[in-house]
């Protein structure tokens, strides 16, 4: 789930984080991506889990791909729904083992959170995440340094509909769509509870972004 990090905007809690610098791929055809001048980077976090096929199915009938921070105990519950997240073209990255807050744990504790992670993606996907979503968004400087020492680039968030926290689908949809601006890091859950009014809003979000001519890009921190 999400918790507020650096400053609230009405009813949506936005985290603070820089403009994407690393290289990113476009979901539209290449003649689209090219002369997009609007995007938006859409992330889900906390997954995979049984809901997760279902955003899969919606990102497909959209021609959408997205990027999703994993829990690595989720992977190793569900390692077939990773392969599938990343097969699909989308990018897969690291959002520690189980949850925990990295600004409060040991080094050694630090690096078994992500190395773990790192692993058992690895095992599905053959690719190492070089993203890091810290839970929560809870970071300081040594966060920060502890994750550029282990290869990683932390990745937060700019828009934040607290879907988390279940308050009803047009909400979530009023949210995302009152808030996002061009380059926007879009959080969404596809874990950690019961995320049916997210997989709900999802399309609403989709169709109307596009409407308003944004592109999608994932992020990799390559």
């Given at each position: 789930m999400a918790v507020v990090v650096l400053a609230l905007l009405g009813?949506?809690?936005v985290v603070g984080c820089t403009q994407p610098t690393d290289a990113v791929t476009a979901s539209a055809g290449s003649g689209?991506?090219?002369a997009a001048s609007k995007y938006v980077i859409l992330t889900f976090?906390?997954?995979p889990s049984p809901y997760t096929a279902k955003v899969l199915a919606i990102l497909h009938a959209y021609g959408v791909k997205a990027?999703?921070?994993e829990l690595g105990q989720n992977v190793a519950r569900y390692p077939s729904l990773t392969r599938r997240v990343y097969l699909a073209g989308n990018s897969v990255q690291n959002h520690t083992w189980?949850?925990?807050d990295l600004r409060r744990v040991s080094w050694t504790t630090f690096k078994s959170e992500v190395l773990n992670t790192d692993r058992v993606i690895r095992a599905q996907t053959?690719?190492?995440p070089r993203c890091l979503r810290p839970p929560y968004g809870a970071v300081n400087s040594l966060t920060y340094r502890r994750a550029a020492s282990l290869g990683k680039t932390v990745r937060l968030w700019t828009v934040d509909p607290r879907d988390w926290s279940r308050p009803g689908t047009s909400v979530i949809v009023r949210r995302?769509?009152?808030n996002v601006r061009n380059g926007s890091v879009i959080l969404l859950h596809d874990g950690g509870g019961n995320r049916s009014q997210t997989v709900a809003a999802l399309p609403?979000?989709?169709r109307t972004l596009k409407a308003r001519g944004y592109a999608f890009y994932t992020t990799w921190c390559g």
């Open positions: 009813p949506l809690l689209q991506a090219a976090d906390d997954g990027t999703f921070f189980d949850h925990r053959g690719y190492t995302v769509l009152a609403t979000i989709l």
